[in-house]
Nanobody, 125 residues
């Protein structure tokens, strides 16, 4: 059984930092594409970052480049999203997800096969 458990969200002041964690079980991280998505109230779910194991590429969306870092701990089967210099527009529910295919990142939410429950990130001004 595949499970993705996201945690680490909370309330933080603008300019502050949070680190989100996603514990993965039932799969080997190296064999899957792992991604972070977020969804603000009343808006669609958008991709934040994605790791493509085929070529070792870590993708970050332009809105978070220079502020967020996506990494994985294969030994602990955990992936992380380090978020620095948080802004009010980063407020959203953050989800981790996994895709079976090496090109899963290209297809956004439709490319993901497994989803965890989200963790709320709220950034105050």
């Amino acid at each position: 059984e595949v499970q993705l458990q996201a945690s680490g969200g909370g309330l933080v002041q603008a300019g502050g930092s949070l680190r989100l964690s996603c514990v993965v079980s039932g799969i080997t991280i190296e064999d899957y594409v792992i991604a972070w998505f977020r969804q603000a109230p009343g808006k669609g779910r958008e991709k934040v970052s994605c790791f493509i194991n085929k070529d070792g590429t870590t993708q970050l969306e332009d809105s978070v480049k220079g502020r967020f870092t996506f990494s994985g701990d294969n030994a602990m089967k955990t992936v992380y999203l380090q978020m620095n210099d948080l802004k009010a527009e980063d407020t959203a529910v953050y989800y981790c997800a996994a895709g079976v295919y090496s090109d899963s990142c290209r297809w956004g939410i439709d490319g993901m096969d497994y989803w965890g429950k989200g963790t709320q990130v709220t950034v105050s001004s």
